[in-house]
């Protein structure tokens, strides 16, 4: 007969599941694979983890760099190549960097200086101040206060004075 369903057609050609098994197989083995990587790379993790409570051991010092001897003769290097370093530099260079490192020096100077001066008189000023500030603060909140309430007092003194 003419129309055909699909049972018939099926009879006819036999499904091809060798390439579906392969396939399937394959795609099982890849995913034991990546199975096998996590388990191993979380079995890593946790004897990470396990082996940082313990103590780990520090690289030994190294005697020759330890020694008097050694440290003194690389402290007269490194003097020797600044001192080279600053002979390339022109006199005006060598100029500014030392104002800078004495504006810097008096500075940190003068600071130090002001917080171990501060006398009884002068912490009691500070505070006035700082508490006078606070005061002009809230009241310049206070007067930043509704527009309608300011014009309500413009008012009230325009009516009083004509009055």
């Known amino acids: 007969m003419g129309v055909t ?16 098994d ?10 034991q694979n990546r199975y096998w990587e996590l388990q191993a790379s979380l079995s890593q993790l946790q004897s990470e983890e396990e082996s940082s409570n313990l103590i780990r051991p520090q690289k030994p010092l190294n005697p020759l760099t330890a020694s008097k001897s050694h440290q003194e003769l690389h402290k007269e290097l490194r003097m020797t190549h600044q001192r080279v370093h600053q002979e390339r530099k022109t006199e005006l260079q060598r100029a500014l960097e030392k104002r800078k ?12 200086e002001a917080k171990r ?3 009884p008189l002068n ?8 508490r006078l500030e606070k005061l002009e ?7 930043e206060g509704p527009e309608f309430l300011q014009v309500k007092e413009r ?3 325009t009516a009083v004075l004509d009055g």
């Open 155 to 157: 008012l009230r003194r």
């Open 137 to 143: 603060r809230h009241k310049g909140q206070q007067r």
């Open 101 to 112: 490192w004495e504006q810097r020096v008096k500075a940190s100077r003068d600071q130090e």
């Open 117 to 119: 001066n501060r006398s």
């Open 5 to 20: 369903h699909g049972k018939k057609r099926d009879l006819q050609h036999p499904p091809e599941t060798h390439l579906n």
């Open 123 to 130: 912490q009691e000023l500070l505070k006035r101040q700082q």
């Open 22 to 31: 392969s396939v399937m197989q394959t795609h099982k083995l890849e995913q």
